[in-house]
């Protein structure tokens, strides 16, 4: 079964600086796709950034980066410069390339101190 | 202009009452899924469809049924046989066998009393 877990219920981050979210999956497939979604108070899923299993390159949008380690099954977001419109609940996602469940963690909760 | 709707943003209902959600996309898309958002839990899985006039299961589809009779629509019904459906409601589509992620409508809030 797909798994995807967010071991960081909260985290926080002074205005300007840099924070990592983490995420680990289980799969026993080898092409999936990962995805960050932030969800701010309005409550309107956004997509962050994507991640296709095949590609070794991270994937990066202007502040948002990824590290995605296939082999530990771990798919961390890194965002820098971090700004007040940040905070937000940030959610990882899987999809397997058969089929069309998606499989979402639990959310972190970002706060951006300023 | 592109998107998913949904509507009502918020709705209330009495114990025992059915009540359906509304969910309409234009963005052409096959698949189309509804999750419940609780606290703490992320999103879970009702149902979801991949076609017209055909929709599966997803992890929590107790309490609750679905139709799929036009591409572009896909209605949720929150039955009473549903403990607890106060909840927060998120449609979302995609296109069908594609890397591309989901989209997300706005959300319905049902608080049912």
């Known amino acids: 079964a797909q798994t995807v877990t967010q071991s960081q219920p909260e985290m926080s981050v002074q205005e300007a600086e840099t924070v990592t979210l983490s995420c680990t999956y289980d799969t026993s497939e080898s092409d999936y796709y990962l995805f960050w979604y932030k969800q701010p108070p309005s409550r309107q899923m956004i997509l962050v950034i994507r991640?296709?299993?095949?590609?070794?390159q991270n994937a990066t949008e202007n502040r948002f980066s990824v590290n995605f380690q296939k082999a530990a099954k771990s798919f961390s977001l890194k965002i820098s410069d971090s700004q007040l419109g940040d905070a937000a609940m940030y959610f990882c996602?899987?999809?397997?390339?058969?089929?069309?469940?998606?499989?979402f963690g639990t959310g972190t909760s970002l706060t951006v101190i300023p | 202009d592109g998107g998913i709707t949904q509507s009502p943003k918020y709705l209330f209902r009495k114990e025992g009452q059915n009540v359906t959600l509304s969910c309409e996309q234009n963005?052409?898309?096959?698949?189309m899924y509804w999750y419940r958002q609780d606290p703490g839990q992320g999103l879970r899985l009702i149902y979801y469809?991949?076609?017209?006039?055909?929709?599966q299961k997803g992890d929590i589809a107790e309490g609750y049924s679905v139709s799929r009779e036009k591409k572009e629509s896909f209605p949720l019904t929150v039955t009473s046989a549903q403990k607890n459906p106060t909840a927060f409601y998120l449609c979302?589509?995609?296109?069908?066998?594609?890397?591309?992620?989901?989209?997300f409508g706005p959300g319905t809030r049902l608080t049912v009393t």
């Open positions: 469809s991949q076609i017209v006039n055909d929709f």
């Open positions: 991640q296709e299993a095949y590609k070794q």
């Open positions: 996602a899987y999809r397997p390339d058969t089929g069309n469940q998606f499989y």
């Open positions: 963005l052409n898309h096959d698949a």
């Open positions: 979302a589509s995609s296109p069908w066998d594609s890397p591309y992620e989901q989209y």
